[in-house]
T-cell receptor, first 115, second 113 residues
Framework: DADVTQTPRNRITKTGKRIMLECSQTKGHDRMYWYRQDPGLGLRLIYYSFDVKDINKGEISDGYSVSRQAQAKFSLSLESAIPNQTALYFC??????????????FGEGSRLTVL | DQQVKQNSPSLSVQEGRISILNCDYTNSMFDYFLWYKKYPAEGPTFLISISSIKDKNEDGRFTVFLNKSAKHLSLHIVPSQPGDSAVYFCAVYPGAGSYQLTFGKGTKLSVIP
């Protein structure tokens, strides 16, 4: 089983619909992240969370919200999806412990298409 | 302003030859530099990293070089294999107390058999 699991893996939806992408991890890491990948733009940070009570915006948070339901669960919501939110979304975790080098552990991705 | 730049969107190399992927960064205060590899339909996976106090780190066929004066990072793959065909992202980490990695846009490597 994967250490970082994302659901759904693929989703097609219509403009204006609310969508939730879910992420769960078994690595025991406190830090969790949501990234978006677009062709030619690399990986861009949407939101990140240091623990259940700590949620922070990344560089492209507009149009998104998140919820950290538990240490192991971090969900991303699109309140009213629009076509330019069509992208590949990745959840990731990292270790905040001493000696940590910032290495991220990624899920397999959720491909979202907004028509 | 991009903090991390990968100026080559793609690179093709013959099997058995050396692949060199390049990355430039802007902030001399970055603490760690990382390379990630991504296959289609999979999440990125960590490949190799280097601390700012070193200038070289080697792991099997993969070597990362850091030139701090030039603010330049490179990944060498020797010998290149068809299974190395993937998108490679370089990333920078400011160090303890920071919250995130900053990624380059990626370079797609194609290793031709």
């Amino acid at each position: 089983d994967a250490d970082v699991t994302q659901t759904p893996r693929n989703r097609i939806t219509k403009t204006g619909k609310r969508i939730m992408l879910e992420c769960s991890q078994t690595k025991g890491h406190d830090r969790m992240y949501w990234y978006r990948q677009d062709p030619g733009l690399g990986l861009r940070l949407i939101y990140y969370s240091f623990d259940v009570k700590d949620i922070n915006k990344g560089e492209i948070s507009d149009g998104y919200s998140v919820s950290r339901q538990a240490q192991a669960k971090f969900s991303l919501s699109l309140e009213s999806a629009i076509p330019n939110q069509t992208a590949l979304y990745f959840c990731a975790t990292s270790d905040v412990g001493q000696g940590a080098t910032g290495e991220l552990f990624f899920g397999e991705g959720s491909r979202l298409t907004v028509l | 302003d991009q903090q991390v730049k990968q100026n080559s969107p793609s690179l093709s190399v013959q099997e058995g030859r050396i692949s060199i992927l390049n990355c430039d960064y802007t902030n001399s205060m970055f603490d760690y530099f990382l390379w990630y590899k991504k296959y289609p339909a999979e999440g990125p996976t960590f490949l190799i990293s280097i601390s700012s106090i070193k200038d070289k780190n080697e792991d099997g066929r993969f070597t990362v070089f850091l030139n701090k004066s030039a603010k330049h990072l490179s990944l060498h793959i020797v010998p290149s294999q068809p299974g190395d065909s993937a998108v490679y992202f370089c990333a920078v980490y400011p160090g303890a107390g920071s919250y995130q990695l900053t990624f380059g846009k990626g370079t797609k490597l194609s290793v031709i058999p």
